[in-house]
């Protein structure tokens, strides 16, 4: 396989400097307000994003080292796979985010309901759609059951260390 490399095109400020302590989602504390910062050179495809409530934002977990393929997540006492997670430690450091859009400055986004780290770099941003982003009949997984402890669940050090 050829090599994927991104270039970022915007850097998030954010209230929290270091993983412990974070809203494990960014729905889960939508109190947190911070910013997009877009590169100026791309400003021009913020063109009417003004108009949408909410944004995904897709972002490299860049403090992030090595991955496991199996972890306890946040919400759970029992390990599952990567891939049925949202854990940092992933073959593929990407991030996801589903934040609030408050407003639009030029070339920075002024949000609320973040979760990622100050300084993150942002690959991508694109809009959330309920007609798209909603499929009807959709299932949670082993979230089912954990759902209401996702408002008052907070970071802790299982992805903070270095594990192989």
């Known amino acids: 396989m050829d090599d994927i490399c991104y270039t970022?095109?915007?850097v998030v400020e954010s209230p929290f400097t270091r993983l412990v302590n974070m809203p494990i989602q960014s729905l889960a504390?939508?109190?947190e307000k911070g910013k997009i910062i877009v590169d100026p050179k791309y400003a021009e495809g913020l063109k009417d994003i003004e108009k949408f409530s909410h944004?995904?934002?897709l972002y490299h977990f860049h403090l992030s080292q090595g991955y496991n393929l199996t972890t306890k997540p946040f919400l759970d006492d029992n390990e599952h796979g990567i891939f049925s997670i949202r854990?940092?430690?992933?073959?593929?450091?990407?991030g996801l985010s589903i934040v609030k859009l408050e407003k639009r400055v030029e070339?920075?986004?002024y949000i609320s309901g973040i979760d990622m780290v100050d300084a993150t770099p942002v690959l991508d941003i694109k809009p959330?759609?309920?007609a798209f982003d909603t499929p009807e009949n959709a299932s949670s997984g082993w979230m089912n059951h954990n759902k209401k402890k996702v408002g008052h669940t907070r970071?802790?050090?299982r992805f903070v260390k270095n594990r192989k």
Request: net charge negative; proline share 15%.
């Open 8 to 10: 970022p095109i915007a």
């Open 29 to 31: 504390d939508n109190m």
């Open 55 to 57: 944004l995904y934002i």
């Open 87 to 94: 854990g940092p430690r992933r073959p593929n450091s990407i």
């Open 107 to 109: 070339n920075v986004l």
């Open 128 to 130: 959330y759609i309920p």
């Open 155 to 157: 970071s802790d050090e």
